[in-house]
């Protein structure tokens, strides 16, 4: 370990007494371990059936949508600074701090020092990863003059509203509130900021939604070479594959897209899958999770919260680009609807709702490539 911190010191002049110091009162973090280790195989087989409607369901509740326009009414003038100067949707943003973190209610409460050092020195399972968090962690705190174990988070050490990484937060962490610290844990600007800066600089188009739904199948999706994270193919291709739109758009041919694919299970055993067309916004959602039904249900939510917060907006109803979004939101909503009639969560149900919001170590904010 002193190995280690001798090299962060001379790589990033920090001074080794401190690394020292602060590293010292570190404490052995067994849950850290517990929640990082991979299932075996023989409980893998029982994951269940990959699922949208049962997703959307824990992820997109009554508490998210009504504690988002909370956080939207608190912070209007922010959000709207932070588009300006981004172009990110400021429902979207919301919509990310909604479902990493309850609107902040649900940061974690580990210590990241003790999370990261457990998992860097005595869990060692992806060391070589967790060493490079722990580096940009205490690199952070250095800069901004903070105790590292003064720190919470997530078991995996994810922080603040957005659930950063360290990296990730010494890459795009921004000031949002102008008192020269980033601060994403009590600071609800910076926390803002921050998100809106990373899906900006992961391919973030002003003004572009993130998904548009389309028919398709399997075989498009196949011949497609879908399945990826990246926008590998564009508009005009998807269109010459089969792909039909269900809405107008607006999208050009030579414009990046990627096919996505949403496989829902009803109550009753019947099966389908939903797919849409995501631009190059919803590639930067995917870079915050690598993951369709993570990505996707953000985009609902903001959906969700900018409803609500417009109101039912007459004027914008002949406005292609509404049409476009309502098409987007009666297209996954009867089949959620019918898989859950009317159905209010239990404690459990919500504490698994929170489990399954809660970002996996590997499915973190990426560094960025
Ligand atoms: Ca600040």
Redesign the pocket.
Known sequence: MLGFLQKLSDEKDIPLEWLKEEVAVARYSPLSEKYTTPRPKADRKKTPEKNFILYRRNLINDERIERGGDFIARNREVLARIERETGVDPYVVTAIIGIESIYGRNMGRFRVLDALMTLSFDYTRRAKYYRSELASFLDFCYRQGVSPVSVQGSFAGAMGLGQFMPASLNAYGR?????????ITN?E??GIASVANFLKVHGWIRGEKPLYPVEADEAIFKATKSGGIKPHTTVGKLLEAGVKPKTEWKLKNDEPALLVDLPWVRKDDTKGVDYWLGTESFGAILRYNRSYFYAAAVTMLAYELETRDKGEAPAEKTDAETAKVTAQATEVKPAAAQAAPEVKADAKTEAKAEAAAQPQPEAAPQKAS
């Open positions: 000031d949002g509130d102008g008192d020269g610290m980033i601060d600071s600007p910076d």
